[in-house]
C-alpha cells in the first residue's frame, strides 16, 4: 500500500501547468467500464475507508449536489438560483441513492445535460453580441464594473439577469484585449520593433475563438467526464483531498508522481485558432531525435496509431489531444502540422519512449561565497549548498525512481565538497510519497521518530527513521504557500527537532491528511470487467508533527518571514470547502530537540531584517502584495476605458521605472557577483563526476528547449544576477549568518 500526500491533482494543475502539458503516452485501456458498479463500489468505499467514517445521508446529498453545480459553474456564469433551485427540488433529497442503487450513469448524464442545456445558449448569446460589436464595438464609457471573480459573488436570480452578466463579462473580454494590444504596440514602437499584433486576428475573432474552445470543452465531455465530475463533487465533500480518478486520470496522476512519462517529449498548448501549438521540445527526447516537429508548429491532427486513421483536433482541449497521442513505448503516432507561418501542411512520424522529467527531480547546486575583509573580520570563503527538491516523488509501478535515493547522492557529494549549510528549497513542492520523506528527514536528524499518525479510530502510530544523519551542518528549509503535505512533513520535523531556521511566507499550504491510493478494479464483483476502472484516493489517517501539532489549515509557520511571489495569492487549505479541523496529539517521545537555533534566531531575525529592509527587491515585492491583497479585496474591474487606460498606464510606468533602477543595480551586483561568487551545477547527472561543471543561465533550458513569446522579447525587465531569486539570496545569507554565529 503507497500512502502519499500531494496537492488536490486540479489544483497542482490548475496552480502550476496551465493550459500546457507534457504529452504522456502510457497506454489508457480501451475497455468500456461500468459506471454504475463503479459509482456504487466508491461510495461504499468512501464511506467505510474514509477518516470520518460518515455514512451517506439526506444532508450529505445535499451538499453532494451543491458542491457538484459549484464544480462545473465555479464563477457562476451559466447557472441561476432558479436553476439551482429546481436541481435542488429534483435531486437534493436523493443524490446518493442514485450511486448506491447503480445508477450512477444516469444521475451524471442528466446533470450533466441540465448544464449543457444552460451554459451553451449561454455562449450562443456571447458569440452573437461579439458578432454585433465586431460592427460597432461597445463605447466603453459605462461607470459600470464587473467581479475579477465571480465565485462568491451571489447567483443571477434569473435568466434576465444572467443576460445582464454576460453582456458585461463579453465586454470586459473585449476591453482587457483591446488595452491589452494598446500595450504592446506601445512596446513595440517604442524599441523600435514589428507590433506583434499585427500577426494576431482581429479582437473579436480570437474572443470567438476562445468561446468556440469553451463550447467544445463541454460538448467533448463523455462518460468517464461526466462520472468524474460527480464522484469528484460527492468526494471533495469528505475533504478537499478525497478524489475519484478515471483511467486517464489515475494515469497522469502516476505519471506526475513518478516524475517520469513516455511520451514524444514534447510540451503543447491551445492556440487561440484552435490548434494545438507546441511551446517546448525536450531535449534528448524522441521530438528532438525525429527532428521534424518545430517550436511554434501547429498539430491539427493526430493518427494514434500511425496508420493514417486521423483525428481532428482543432478546438480540442489539450488532454483530449494528450489522449489521442497516448500509446505504447516504441510504437509510433503521426501528426499532421503546420509551421508557424502557415506553410505546407507536413505529417511526422514520431516514436514514442520514456521521457525523464528532469526539472521535476532532484537538483543542487554549491555556491562559493567570498566575503571581502572588513575592520572587524578577515576575508572569508563559505560553501553553501542549494538542494531543490519540486515533489517527493516516487514510482508507483515500478518502483525504479526514489527521491529519497538521488537526494542523498547529492547530499554526499556536496558533503564531499565539503558544503558547510545547505539552503533546502521546498517552495511550489506539492508533496508526494510519505514514506520519501520519512527517509529524508533521517537524513539530517538521525535515528528518531518523524511524524505520528493517527487513523479514524484515534490511534496513533509514530513512524521513525534508524541510522546517522548525512548531513549535519547549517540549514535553512524554504517553504511558500504551495509547500504542501510531505514537505509540511520534512519542514515541522526540522522545526521540531530545533534543526532548520524555517524561511518564507508566513506559513505552508496547511494539508494534513494522508490519502491512499486504492484501485476501484479490486472492489468490483467477480464478473465485472476491471479494466479502466479508475482509482479512489481516500483520505485515511491525519498526520501531526512530533511536538503534537497538526498541520492541518494552519501548515508549518516560517522563523523568517520574507516578501514572496506567493504571499499575496489566496490559496490555502483554508480556502477550500470541506477542509478538515486542526486539532493537536500529544508530543512523541523519543526525538531530543535541539535549543541552538531557538538561541540564535534573534540574532539572524535581526541581520536579515536590516539586509531586506535595504533590498529594493523586497521593497517592490512588498508594494505588489500589498496591491495584490487590495485588488482581491475591492474584486472589482471598471468597463470604462479611460478609467482602465489610467490604471494600465499607471502600472506601466512603475514598471518602466522599477525596470531601469534595476538595470543598474543588476548590472552592478553581477560585478559584485563574479568577483564573491563561484556557483557549480549539481545535478543528478554531476554526483559522480570528477569535477563539477560550473553553473550558467542556460541550466534553466538544460531539459526543454522553448518557444520564445514576441512580446516576452518586448519587456525590459533585467534578469535578476546568478539565477538566485532574491528569497533564496538572502537564504543563503542566512545559512551565512548562521556558519557566523557561534
Known amino acids: 500500500m503507497n500512502i502519499f500526500h500531494t496537492w488536490p491533482t486540479r489544483l497542482r494543475a490548475a496552480g502550476m501547468v496551465a493550459l500546457t502539458a507534457l504529452v504522456s503516452c502510457t497506454s489508457v485501456s480501451q475497455a468500456v467500464p461500468d459506471y454504475d458498479i463503479i459509482g456504487k463500489q466508491f461510495s461504499l468505499v468512501l464511506q467505510n475507508a474514509h477518516f470520518s467514517r460518515e455514512r451517506f445521508s439526506p444532508e450529505m446529498y445535499e451538499r453532494f449536489l451543491e458542491n457538484y453545480v459549484q464544480s462545473l459553474d465555479a464563477q457562476h456564469l451559466f447557472l441561476t438560483q432558479e436553476d439551482v433551485a429546481q436541481l435542488r427540488a429534483k435531486y437534493a433529497s436523493s443524490f446518493g441513492d442514485y450511486l448506491l442503487a447503480n445508477q450512477t450513469t444516469r444521475l451524471a448524464e442528466e446533470l450533466y445535460a441540465f448544464y449543457s442545456e444552460r451554459a451553451l445558449p449561454r455562449i450562443t448569446q456571447a458569440e452573437g453580441l461579439l458578432r454585433r460589436h465586431a460592427k460597432a464595438m461597445p463605447a466603453f464609457d459605462s461607470e459600470r464594473t464587473v467581479p475579477r471573480s ?7 436570480a434569473n435568466a434576465a439577469e444572467l443576460d445582464q452578466v454576460w453582456k458585461d463579462q463579453v465586454e470586459d473580454m473585449l476591453l482587457t484585449e483591446i488595452i491589452r494590444r494598446e500595450n504592446v504596440a506601445k512596446l513595440a514602437a517604442a524599441k523600435g520593433k514589428p507590433d506583434p499584433n499585427a500577426k494576431e486576428m482581429s479582437v473579436t475573432d480570437k474572443m470567438l475563438a476562445r468561446l468556440k474552445r469553451m463550447r467544445n470543452d ?6 468517464e467526464d461526466m462520472v468524474s465530475h460527480l464522484l469528484n463533487a460527492v468526494a471533495h465533500v469528505y475533504d478537499p483531498h478525497s478524489d475519484y480518478m478515471g483511467a486517464r486520470e489515475e494515469q497522469r496522476f502516476k505519471d506526475m508522481i513518478k516524475a517520469s512519462i513516455v511520451g514524444i517529449g514534447a510540451r503543447l498548448q491551445a492556440s487561440d485558432d484552435g490548434s494545438t501549438t507546441v511551446e517546448g ?18 498539430i491539427v491532427a493526430v493518427s494514434q496509431h500511425g496508420n493514417d486513421q486521423w483525428t481532428d483536433i482543432m478546438f480540442l482541449s489539450i488532454d483530449k489531444v494528450i489522449d ?5 513505448k516504441g510504437k509510433p503516432v503521426q501528426l499532421r502540422v503546420h509551421d508557424a507561418d502557415g506553410g505546407e501542411e507536413r505529417i511526422i512520424t514520431i516514436v514514442r519512449d520514456e521521457i525523464p522529467m528532469s526539472e521535476e527531480l532532484a537538483s543542487g547546486r554549491i555556491v562559493e561565497m567570498r566575503q571581502p575583509a572588513t575592520n572587524k573580520q578577515p576575508a572569508r570563503t563559505y560553501r553553501l549548498g542549494i538542494l531543490t527538491l519540486p515533489s517527493f516523488y516516487i514510482d508507483l509501478d515500478a518502483g525504479e525512481v526514489h527521491c529519497a535515493a538521488d537526494v542523498k547522492k547529492i547530499l554526499r557529494r556536496m558533503k564531499q565538497e565539503d558544503v558547510q549549510g545547505i539552503v533546502l528549497d521546498l517552495r511550489f513542492n506539492g508533496g508526494g510519497s510519505l514514506d520519501e520523506v520519512r527517509k529524508m528527514v533521517g537524513f539530517f536528524t538521525g535515528a528518531g521518530p518523524v511524524v505520528q499518525v493517527k487513523d479514524s479510530r484515534g490511534h496513533v502510530e509514530r513512524l521513525t527513521v534508524s541510522g546517522r544523519p548525512i548531513f549535519d551542518g547549517q540549514l535553512v528549509v524554504l517553504i511558500n504557500k504551495l509547500s504542501a503535505s510531505a514537505s509540511e512533513i520534512f519542514a515541522g520535523a526540522m522545526a521540531d527537532y530545533g534543526r532548520a531556521v524555517i524561511v518564507g511566507d508566513e506559513s ?3 494539508k494534513g491528511t494522508v490519502q491512499v491510493p486504492r484501485s476501484l478494479a479490486d472492489y468490483m464483483p467477480y464478473f465485472y470487467a476491471r479494466e479502466g476502472c479508475g482509482m479512489i484516493k481516500v483520505t485515511t489517517q491525519k498526520f501531526y508533527r512530533v511536538g503534537g501539532a497538526s498541520t492541518q489549515l494552519r501548515g508549518v509557520s516560517s522563523d523568517i518571514v520574507l516578501p514572496t511571489l506567493t504571499a499575496g495569492f489566496r490559496i490555502g487549505e483554508g480556502e477550500h470547502d470541506y477542509a478538515m479541523p486542526y486539532d493537536e496529539i500529544p508530543r512523541a517521545g523519543g526525538y531530543v530537540k535541539s535549543n541552538r537555533i531557538s538561541t540564535i534566531l534573534p540574532k539572524l531575525m535581526a541581520l536579515s531584517k536590516a539586509r531586506t529592509d535595504a533590498d529594493m527587491d523586497m521593497k517592490y515585492m512588498r508594494e505588489d502584495i500589498a496591491r495584490s491583497n487590495e485588488r482581491q479585496e475591492k474584486n472589482s474591474v471598471s468597463l470604462n476605458k479611460e478609467t482602465r487606460q489610467e490604471e494600465s498606464a499607471t502600472l506601466l510606468a512603475r514598471k518602466k521605472a522599477i525596470d531601469a533602477e534595476r538595470k543598474v543595480r543588476y548590472e552592478q551586483m553581477a560585478r559584485q557577483d563574479e568577483k564573491n561568487l563561484t556557483i557549480y551545477r549539481l545535478n543528478l547527472s554531476d554526483v559522480k563526476a570528477d569535477t563539477l561543471p560550473l553553473a550558467s543561465k542556460e541550466d534553466k533550458s538544460e531539459f526543454m528547449d522553448e518557444a520564445k513569446d514576441p512580446e516576452d522579447e518586448l519587456a525590459e525587465t533585467p534578469e535578476y544576477p546568478s539565477n538566485l531569486d532574491p528569497v533564496l539570496r538572502e537564504s543563503l545569507f542566512i545559512v551565512r549568518d548562521m556558519i557566523d554565529i557561534p
Open 281 to 298: 521540445i525536450v531535449k534528448g527526447g524522441p521530438a528532438a531525435k525525429n527532428g521534424q516537429l518545430k517550436l511554434g508548429d501547429h
Open 508 to 510: 505552508s499550504f496547511g
Open 218 to 223: 463541454i460538448q467533448e465531455a463523455d462518460r
Open 150 to 156: 465571480r465565485r462568491k459573488t451571489p447567483r443571477a
Open 324 to 328: 489521442l497521442i497516448r500509446g505504447q
